[in-house]
């Protein structure tokens, strides 16, 4: 199933999955952003 939600760098379509939760909306989507200190990770 694709939620319309990308990853913020380039990454396999079989490692980057998303669990939707209880409250999820076919409207959430978008570019997963993460904190600035992930970005050397």
């Given at each position: 199933m694709n939620y319309e939600i990308?990853?913020?760098?380039?990454?396999?379509e079989d490692v980057f999955m998303v669990k939707p939760?209880?409250?999820?909306?076919?409207?959430h989507r978008g570019k997963v952003i993460y904190p600035a200190a992930f970005n050397n990770v």
């Open positions: 990308a990853s913020p760098f380039p990454v396999p939760l209880s409250g999820y909306s076919k409207h």
